[in-house]
């Protein structure tokens, strides 16, 4: 189902679509070619980036990870390509238009893995989730001017009508297994669409949608938890909380102690530099925050003192494109040739 179309349909609408849709053809899917085992495994090797703020982009180290590509086969969904490599679904959309994310293998002898990042314009503490692009980042304690290492997950968000909100927090709690109390609004829905009187799902139950594990914050009613609907993550479809993959949040869940701070950011447009280049990454201004999304990513690259870098029509490509995928937009001859740079390296714990 594609973002245009999704548009046209009332969020309670494609949530239902959603999962009967989704489980049917990836539950066929993973019948053939994945199991839970394969997605429990690879988070294990998920291992941190090393990163360096700078504000010489000759000197910034901003950008990680690097993008790859994928042949499909039978059985592959984008559904369980995005959970596998570390994806949103949105991720995997994005950067690939005009494929068949059901059945990828049909047109396409390539999928593009957008595995690579520019990082987020935020204080380099705690846990920072970026609204538009639906990914949470992790910066790790640290201490003097040295790299700064960061842990990266895809999430899903919350709906237009149920919107994730800008804004600081600090993590004030944790819990294993939690109950979710259900707020009343959200339990008129419930009953409203599909006659569930229910006040209290217990915590460990299938249908649970805290999962596993959930940290709790200090902006009243959000949460950043598990969910029991894995192919939700990379998509609009929660009440503003914001959902991992199981095994995301387990891994997560260890390193964040209680008081840690943290922040819900609205940034479509992230300028970074690596290795003496400068690149844009853009995603769709998914909740329409962000009118002028090129006049953003002049002022970003203003406020970063790098408009004499910038070659102004690799920019505008980057966000007309809008695929979530770093592009370099350096104007060449201003910084050093890319060609003597050494190549991008390969994300740590890739597959």
């Given at each position: ?113 957008p ?47 149920w ?63 598990g969910t ?26 260890p ?19 690596r290795?003496?280049?400068?690149y ?54 201003q ?17």
């Amino acid at each position: 189902m594609n973002r245009r179309m999704s548009e046209r349909i009332r969020p309670s609408e494609l949530a239902g679509m959603a999962v009967v849709l989704a489980l049917a053809l990836a539950g066929t899917a993973r019948a053939q070619r994945w199991s839970e085992e394969d997605f429990l495994n690879k988070a294990r090797l998920t291992k941190p980036y090393a990163v360096t703020p700078s504000s010489d982009p000759a000197q910034a180290n901003t950008v990680m990870g690097s993008v790859r590509h994928y042949t499909p086969t039978q059985g592959d969904t984008f559904l369980d390509l995005a959970r596998f490599y570390g994806l949103g679904y949105n991720e995997l959309e994005q950067a690939n238009p005009g494929i068949d994310p059901w059945i990828p293998g049909i047109k396409a002898t390539s999928v593009t893995l957008p595995t690579a990042w520019v990082l987020p314009q935020a204080p380099y503490q705690g846990v920072v989730v970026n609204i538009p692009e639906m990914r949470l980042y992790y910066f790790h304690p640290h201490k003097g001017d040295g790299p700064v290492l960061v842990t990266t997950y895809p999430v899903g968000l919350g709906r237009d009508d149920w919107r994730t909100p800008k804004g600081k927090f600090t993590v004030k709690g944790k819990t294993v297994n939690p109950t979710w109390v259900i707020p009343d609004s959200i339990r008129a829905e419930h009953i409203r669409e599909r006659n569930d009187y229910r006040t209290v799902i217990e915590g460990g139950a299938s249908d649970n949608p805290l999962g596993k594990y959930r940290l709790e914050l200090s902006m009243p009613g959000y949460r950043i938890h598990g969910t029991d609907i894995p192919w939700g993550v990379g998509m609009q479809i929660s009440h503003g909380c914001v959902r991992l993959y199981p095994e995301d949040i387990e891994a997560l869940y260890p390193l964040i102690p209680i008081g840690t701070p943290g922040e819900f950011i609205y940034q479509p447009v992230k300028i970074g530099a690596r290795q003496g280049r400068i690149y844009a990454e853009v995603s769709p201004d998914i909740y329409t925050l962000t009118p002028g999304m090129f006049t953003e990513a002049r002022r970003i690259v203003a406020g970063l003192g790098w408009q004499n870098y910038v070659d102004e029509k690799k920019l505008q490509k980057a966000v007309e494109e809008q695929n979530g995928v770093p592009l370099d937009v350096t104007l060449d001859g201003q910084l050093p040739d890319p060609a003597k740079r050494p190549e991008m390296a390969a994300r740590p714990g890739a597959l």
